[in-house]
């Protein structure tokens, strides 16, 4: 099956709203914009929580595994959340928390995680959710301090006092304020006495802000950026405005809530449409997807959304496992993939389980933006098949299309306008102010190019990010997300992932990650390489110029997230992945290539 063929195949109803669209063109440059109404009535993250509380207090809007391995679920109903958090709240002023003063937090999704998050918000105070890899036992604790000074935090929130401590005994933290959900340390509040007092009614303002986040940081020293209230609150009604869909959304999610993508366009998201969130302890990462895997064998989901690596195990246990199957396809409407470009041929694989576990197709959407932009600024909310797509804007979002210099005709800039994007970023006024161009639109750095050059409601489709395009030393032009996922799709599963190299040589490399249950089906190690070789053979039988790979590595190994090389989002770090790699970089490009390096013509 392919996404771009025709199909008689029905799609169970996703109950999305029609789409629309406006289109103003500029000479060579283009301005989408989508003109369906949304509400602005909530201009603050901690509203919803009191609608529901009121509306639905029995309803579940949290559930979490009560310990590794626990069965059955600790769950929070809004009406509990409501109070635990008016009390949080009155425990974080009693310790000097108030607004403009920032709550760090180093933990893990989790109950305890969101409420006192909501409770500080709703002092409007900011929060600040660093990944945990900044500060877990045996981290190098230089970004966490570079996050410290940066946002100098008036207090901390740790889920395990004990799991953070190198970081919690680190000079740069040193007198302030720790909160600890277990294992507290002499001096630290415990999160329970935090939560004992008299409850404090929300002071929050639109304006005021809601979250510092910190960028990934892959072209340099992560920016804190600034997310409002109305930021926040805003792109959840924005999402909400592309469905025609009463009934309250119920995912199981991993997306780590230090990220835009988790905290707000998932967490956020089903707090703002009544939902309820099982936060999934798993990882999209081989030997930590078992989890994942037990909750979703639990859980009947009504919308799930993964990065590109997850979907890549979840197929195979799909296409294995006819009872997940049956359960996974149960109720769910939407099938969403973010944080990187998904191989179309796992997008089929999901698609031909459906239809025979169903007997019809669910469609596929897809997301795109960034933290600045709230994250959403465009996603596909029409029935889809196809993979690559970015879809077309938000509810009350404008996307200027400006042609990139040098590149080709079909070949776009997107930047992005809506109040979903945010002012900028903490004590940073020249670099907020050199995102934006002169029409008030935010540059995000990425390229686009039209589905279909005539019809611009066709959608957009992702067309790699700026600064990793690179060109050989031919002066041949590489588009290297586009080929990293074209040669991920080739292999057809043999490979969880690859890193494209080539900048000033003679051509492209790649060098690839196994994925190893994928290639114990395959075969011996022969038959992988076999699998490996005809794959990108048939890829370059197909491309042209830039797009065509002379040379192949497969690695020892998986990407190492203790470095960043693999994001907790689950995607590599394609430059941080060939820094890291110097030897095996040579060895690709090496004049004498060894066996172990595949030489295409």
Known sequence: MDGTSETHAPFRDARYAPPALEVERRGDVLILKNPTPYSRTVQTVTAPLARWASQAPHRVWLAERPGPGAQGW???????????????????????????????????????????????????????????????????????????????????YVDDAEAFADALAAPFLEGLPVVASRNAREGDTTFDVLAAGDPVSPVCRPEDTAKLLLTSGSTGLPKAVICTHANIALNA??????????????????????????????????LHRGGTLYIDAGQPVTGRFDETVRNLREVATTYHNM?????????????????????????????????????????????????????????????YGATETGPTACNI????????????????????????????????????????????????????????????????????KLADRLNPSAGLVFDGRL??????????????????????????????????????????????????????????????????????????????????????????GAPDAASGELTDKGYINQALARERRPAELERLFAEEPDDGVMVFG
């Open 74 to 156: 600790r769950t929070v109903t809004y009406a509990e959340a409501a109070d635990q958090a008016a009390r949080l709240a009155g425990g974080l002023s009693r310790l000097g928390l108030a607004r403009g003063k920032p709550l760090l937090i180093l933990a893990r999704n989790g109950v305890d995680h969101a409420l006192i998050g909501y409770a500080a918000m709703s002092l409007g105070a900011p929060i600040a959710p660093v990944s945990p890899q900044y500060g877990l036992k045996g981290a190098d604790l230089t970004r966490l301090a570079f996050a410290v000074e940066r946002l100098k935090p008036a207090a901390v």
């Open 237 to 270: 009604a924005q999402i909400a405005a592309c469905y025609e869909d009463p009934d309250p959304p119920v995912l199981v999610n991993s997306a780590p809530w230090s990220h835009s993508l988790g905290a707000n366009a998932i967490l956020h998201m089903v």
């Open 307 to 367: 990065v590109p690596a997850g979907w890549g195990l979840l197929v195979g246990e799909l296409e294995r496992d006819h009872a997940l199957a049956t359960k996974f396809f149960e109720k769910v409407r939407v099938l969403q993939y973010g944080g990187a470009s998904m191989a179309q041929s796992i997008l089929d694989r999901v698609q031909a389980v459906a239809l025979r576990t169903i007997g019809c197709r669910v469609t596929f959407a897809a997301g």
């Open 381 to 448: 909310h029409w029935l889809n098949a196809r993979s690559g797509m970015v879809g077309l804007p938000t509810p009350g979002t404008s996307v200027k299309l400006v042609p990139v210099a040098d590149g080709p005709p079909d070949k776009f800039e997107i930047r992005v306008k809506g109040p979903q994007v945010s002012p900028g970023y903490l004590g940073m006024a020249e670099a907020s102010a050199a995102a934006f161009d002169e029409d008030g639109f935010y540059r995000l750095g990425d390229a686009a």
């Open 467 to 556: 600064v990793e395009n690179f060109k050989l030393a031919n002066g041949t032009f590489v588009v290297a997300g586009a080929l990293r996922v074209a040669a991920v799709s080739a292999i057809a599963g043999a490979v969880s992932d690859a890193v494209v190299c080539g900048e000033g040589r003679a051509g492209v490399g790649l060098m690839l990650f196994l994925d190893p249950k994928a290639a114990l089906r395959i075969g011996d190690p022969a038959a992988v390489k076999a699998a490996i070789r005809n794959g990108l053979e048939r890829l370059n039988g197909l491309a042209k110029g830039g797009g065509k790979v002379t040379r192949a590595l497969i690695l020892d």
